[in-house]
């Protein structure tokens, strides 16, 4: 059995991953450009600022695997 996770791309992956983190820190809606919800009162400042390094990352791969498929796209389209 294959779960649809096990074939979802690298940057899908990381963008689910960052929307479960921000969602956790209870922003609603699944876009990443906004702005980092705030700390929960009773989380620790450690937990929520690696939590951030984290979301950072996670978006980064997002961003560079996305223009990774526009350019393929893009270059596809030249060719027909």
């Given amino acids: 059995m294959k ?3 096990q ?3 690298s ?3 990381a963008q689910r991953k960052a929307l479960g983190i921000r ?5 609603s809606g699944d876009a990443l ?4 919800p705030p ?3 009773k989380m620790r400042w450690a937990t929520y600022e690696r939590l951030r390094a984290v979301d950072a990352a996670l978006r980064e ?7 990774e498929d526009l350019g393929r796209l893009h270059s596809r ?4």
């Fill in 33 to 36: 450009d906004g702005p980092f």
């Fill in 7 to 9: 074939s979802e791309a």
């Fill in 39 to 41: 700390k929960s009162p």
């Fill in 11 to 13: 940057h899908w992956r």
């Fill in 3 to 5: 779960y649809a996770s």
């Fill in 23 to 27: 969602g956790r820190l209870g922003a």
């Fill in 77 to 80: 389209e030249k060719r027909r």
């Fill in 61 to 67: 791969q997002w961003v560079l695997g996305v223009a």
